[in-house]
Nanobody, 111 residues
């Protein structure tokens, strides 16, 4: 079993930046994939970005060029650097490893 704890969410103006963190309760090196998802009010949860244990990354079209996913195996932590934020990025952001989900962290982009 893996426990995941997200942090780093908050409120920011359009064009601003936030860095989300996802701390795992055990070593993450053996997990082939880790991912960030998000769920906006009234919408289905959607995939934002995936990172493999070889650091190969994949992004949703809506965030390409603005978001960067990374992982630090030594710290058992995954990150999501979010730049040039837009109001449509407003959502609860979740990290996921295999079938395990974090509790989510709220990101609000508003002027």
């Amino acid at each position: 079993q893996v426990q995941l704890v997200e942090s780093g969410g908050g409120s920011v103006q359009p064009g601003g930046s936030l860095r989300l963190s996802c701390a795992a309760s055990r070593h993450i090196r053996s997990f082939p994939y880790m991912a960030w998802h998000r769920q906006a009010p009234g919408k289905q949860r959607e995939l934002v970005a995936i990172i493999s244990n070889s650091a190969t990354t994949t992004y949703a079209d809506a965030v390409k060029g603005r978001f960067t996913i990374s992982r630090d195996n030594a710290k058992n932590t995954m990150y999501l650097q979010m730049n040039s934020l837009k109001p449509e990025d407003t959502a609860v952001y979740y990290c996921k490893i295999q079938q395990y989900w974090g509790q989510g962290t709220q990101v609000t982009v508003s002027s």
